[in-house]
């Protein structure tokens, strides 16, 4: 049996909508695999129920298929589905290393990006690469036609997962066709910065390049309490904060000392609104991890 670990992602980070990615340290995904006739998924733990089990519905039945890999295999769910953490991806991720490793397939994580990015199309109906790449490899990573770019990276954050739930579908239906030149040009400024930010492991310059003016206002719409949980992040002390991925959680960038305030800020923030939360205090980490039992 091998078993892997892959994390939760935040991609976009604001300015990089389908091209950034980051993987966080917490929560996880956990995945174990054997060898069998044909593919069996048993999924166990946050959000399970939400969960198919037929490998024709999985992620990681997709990510099976494409591997000609069957096994039976088990998922421990950390990263509840529809939370903007990336939970299909994590468990896609796992299940691609896993099965990769199980029958000696040979192919890198670069390699496997393309092959979990199958999975998540099933879930968004698009095969956007943008949270598996993270969960793959770890880090920060740029996500483009051309390929995969990461840099290793751990900057601190607070993700904050509100007891909403935002499809990904929906989420996707309200992204603006075409964007004015100057919000473009202002996007790839922060983008850029951003970028450097991560190569330098800076929260400030992160933060900074955070922002976003195309996507992520048609997106907090769907957030109940968005706005003023975004505030209370940057009264604590957050150096840029915006939806993680399609939302509903919430992602801040920040510098260590402030992580505890910020979590608490977040919380009480959501919790005025009448809406339970919880906030992860994690860094940007490690990619899947693959244990041998
Ligand atoms: N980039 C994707 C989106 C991530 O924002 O729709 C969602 O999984």
Redesign the pocket.
């Known amino acids: 049996m091998l078993t892997v670990r892959a994390p939760a992602t935040s991609?976009?980070l604001g300015s990089g909508?389908?091209v950034f990615g980051v993987a966080l340290g917490t929560p996880a995904d956990v995945v174990r695999v054997e060898r069998a006739p044909e593919t069996t998924i048993m999924v166990t733990g946050a959000g399970s129920e939400y969960i198919p089990e037929d490998p024709e519905k999985n992620t990681v039945g997709a990510v099976a298929e494409a591997l000609d890999a069957p096994a039976r295999i088990r998922i421990d769910k950390g990263v509840r589905p529809s939370s903007g953490l990336?939970s299909s991806a994590a468990s896609a991720a796992a299940a691609a290393v896993a099965l990769n490793a199980l029958y000696d397939r040979g192919r890198s994580r670069k390699e496997l990006v393309p092959v979990a990015a199958e999975g998540e199309a099933l879930v968004?109906g698009e095969a956007?690469a943008?949270?598996v790449a993270p969960a793959l490899l770890g880090g920060f990573t740029v996500v483009t036609d051309d390929g995969v770019t990461q840099v290793d990276a751990s900057v601190p954050v607070v993700a904050c997962l509100p007891d909403l739930s935002v499809s990904?579908r929906d989420?996707?239906g309200v992204v603006p066709d075409s964007a004015p030149m100057d919000e473009i040009v202002t996007t790839v400024g922060n983008a850029a910065t951003l970028t450097v930010g991560m190569t330098r492991d800076d929260p400030d310059l992160v933060g900074q390049g955070m922002d976003d003016g195309i996507v992520t206002p048609e997106r907090t719409e769907l957030i109940e309490g968005y706005d003023r949980v975004r505030q209370a992040a940057l009264d604590a002390g957050a150096t840029g904060v915006t939806v993680s991925?399609?939302g509903p959680g919430v992602l801040a960038v920040c510098h260590r000392r402030d992580q505890r305030p910020i979590a608490g800020a977040m919380v009480d923030a959501f919790d005025a609104v009448g809406i339970e939360s919880r906030a992860y205090q994690t860094t940007v980490g490690e990619g899947a991890r693959l244990y041998r039992e």
């Open positions: 991609a976009n909508f389908d990336g968004s956007h943008d949270n990904t989420a996707r991925g399609a």
